[in-house]
């Protein structure tokens, strides 16, 4: 019932910043929370950062101070803005999260993931 959209990424110079975006579609459904993760090859995906339906924020500490996550329209849109990029921040980064769900029947709680974005930190 929930589908998201990734825009941005792509390849920036060490010290550089890059914007990520993801927008949640579809109907009977409202965001408890949504996060960013990544995976760099060979390595596990990652909690990069996190935003509740209460504004609450955390982050992974490899990023604390460079990166920022907000939302829009009310928690539908969500973005990852990454300042002072390093090389170690290259990865397949995703959006993720966690829809209620309202069916005639049923409240349930599900989790969503976007498509992946490449982003490259390179000189």
């Known amino acids: 019932q929930v589908q998201l959209v990734e825009y941005g990424g792509g390849l920036v110079l060490p010290g550089g910043s890059l914007k990520l975006s993801c927008g949640a579609s579809g109907s009977g459904f409202s965001i408890n929370a949504m996060d960013w993760y990544r995976q760099a090859p060979g390595k596990e995906r990652e909690l990069v950062a996190r935003i509740t339906q209460d504004g609450i924020t955390n982050y992974a500490d490899s990023v604390k101070g460079r990166f920022v996550i907000t939302t829009d329209n009310g928690m539908n849109i969500v973005h990852l803005q990454m300042n002072s990029l390093r090389p170690e921040d290259t990865a397949v980064y995703y959006c993720?999260?966690?829809?209620?769900?309202?069916?005639?029947?049923?409240?349930?709680?599900?989790?969503?993931w976007g498509q992946g974005s490449q982003v490259t930190v390179s000189s």
């Open positions: 993720h999260a966690n829809a209620r769900i309202w069916t005639w029947d049923a409240v349930r709680d599900e989790d969503y």
